[in-house]
């Protein structure tokens, strides 16, 4: 990766906002947020993700029925999932809750979406947005959000899963990024909270995560 030398770091309500070029790729960038990254997006191919857990998203979305999707992200970012979504299943209409106007502004100056992207994004968080969302609307809900790299509180509540289950088509599916380690006692807590509201649950991470070795990312 290569710093775009002209971006030093603009100030958000979510921190120092950085953008940095891929040197192996022409249309590649890495969003910084606080020297964190938080999302890389290839603006010639938005099907290439370079994060796994986002492949491990993708790998969900390409196994549900073929058509466009109804789907809900609580976390912008950079938007690459409802980029991804956007060229795999043109026509899906898409709605991101971010809370950041500044950090929306500065991606969609920077790194703007492919024409016909269907993706509203509102200006609320999640907690809020998900409360406003009609009754059986989405397809799928993202949630990949993360203020000092861990996901909001309010955001894994039996209070808030319970909004999201309201939210989702009675075939829906709910996916949701966290990062753990240790004795993933996180995950643990809120496989169980899940459980109150959903009837499966499935977790995916790297073996190192979950036995312990290491910390990353794990997806419900």
Not at 70 to 86: K, N, P, Q, S
Not at 183 to 190: A, E, G, H
């Amino acid at each position: 990766m290569l710093a775009d030398q002209g971006d030093p770091g603009e100030g958000t309500a979510g921190g120092a906002v950085q953008f940095l070029a891929d040197a192996d790729r022409p249309g590649g960038w890495l969003l910084l947020i606080d020297r964190i990254r938080q999302s890389y997006v290839d603006l010639d191919d938005p099907t290439y993700l370079d994060f796994e857990y986002a492949q491990w998203f993708a790998d969900v979305f390409d196994a549900l029925p073929a058509g466009p999707l109804a789907v809900t992200h609580v976390g912008g970012g950079a938007c690459t999932l409802a980029r991804y979504v956007g060229a795999t299943r043109p026509g899906s209409t898409q709605i991101v809750l971010e809370p950041d106007e500044q950090l929306t502004a500065l991606v969609r100056a920077r790194l703007p979406f492919a024409r016909g992207t269907r993706v509203r994004i509102r200006p609320v968080g999640g907690a809020e947005g998900i409360v406003a969302l009609r009754d059986a609307g989405a397809d799928v809900l993202v949630l990949d959000a993360f203020a000092g790299g861990r996901v909001p509180a309010e955001l894994t509540t039996v209070e808030f899963l319970t909004e999201v289950a309201r939210a989702l088509k009675p075939a829906g599916t709910f996916l949701a990024n966290i990062a753990d380690g240790g004795d993933v006692t996180y995950t643990r807590r809120l496989v169980a909270a899940l459980r109150t509201v959903f009837a499966d649950v499935l977790v995916r991470a790297d073996p190192a995560v979950l036995k312990g070795r290491r910390f990353g990312n794990v997806v419900l």
